[in-house]
């Protein structure tokens, strides 16, 4: 099992154009959450999503982000006309349940906003 | 609001020191709290969590509900120890964490 796999792992972008993040959860794994890391800041969740379903969309910013975990293919997180406050990383995390199980984390996408 | 603080951004020991890495937080619910590490180069991962009050890699932590922390303790601290640790909420339901901002532990040989 390779674990959960974020790419691209680098992405620049300049300002107004999208930013495509995506996320292949661990297999056998239907639960997926994004997370954002700001610099010097902690990780602050964002969405949870199970296949076809967003669950908990509180940590998402209001306009030009979104998600989506397709029955087939990977997670994608989605912002657009990126600014430069877009800049920093985002994780991906999968489990099998939801409740009371380790949540295992991908890599990150380091994102850059020029 | 929940919120983690983790008042070391850098911390510094020697091999074979007591290491201590600080976390209070703040909850008005029943807390779940967790560490989780980050070694140079690799992806988060969950080291231990204070519902299973367990020892991992020698490492432990325990929920003081009084003074509102869970702070990670090991007695004696080994160079691949080095590595970011966060310390992270968990209210109510699991996958919605809140992490602190983390500690850069160095173990120096």
């Known amino acids: 099992n390779a674990g959960v796999m974020q790419n691209p792992r680098h992405l620049v972008r300049r300002r107004g154009q999208e930013a495509r993040l995506r996320c292949s959860p661990m297999?056998?794994?239907?639960?997926v959450y994004w997370y954002r890391q700001l610099p010097e800041e902690g990780l602050k969740f964002m969405v949870y999503?199970?296949?076809?379903?967003?669950?908990?969309e509180s940590g998402m910013p209001k306009e030009r982000f979104s998600a989506e975990f397709p029955k087939e293919g990977p997670s994608i997180l989605r912002i657009q006309q990126v600014v430069r406050g877009d800049s920093a990383a985002y994780f991906c995390?999968?489990?099998?349940?939801?409740?009371?199980?380790?949540?295992?984390f991908g890599q990150g996408t380091r994102l850059t906003v020029v | 609001a929940q919120r983690v603080t983790q008042p070391e951004k850098l911390l510094s020991v020697f091999k074979g020191a007591p290491v201590e890495l600080k976390c209070n937080y703040s909850y008005s619910g029943s807390p779940e709290l967790f560490w989780y590490v980050q070694y140079s180069r690799q992806r988060l991962q969950l080291l231990l969590r204070h519902i299973s009050r367990e020892s991992i890699k020698g490492f432990t932590a325990d929920l003081n509900k009084g003074e509102t922390s869970f702070h990670l303790k090991k007695p004696f601290a080994q160079e691949e120890d080095s590595a970011m640790y966060y310390c992270?909420?968990?209210?109510?339901?699991?996958?919605?964490?809140?992490f602190g901002k983390g500690t850069l532990l160095t173990v120096n040989p």
């Open positions: 995390a999968s489990s099998p349940q939801s409740a009371n199980t380790e949540a295992f």
């Open positions: 999503l199970q296949k076809e379903n967003i669950i908990d």
């Open positions: 297999k056998g794994h239907s639960h």
């Open positions: 992270a909420l968990g209210g109510g339901s699991n996958y919605k964490l809140t």
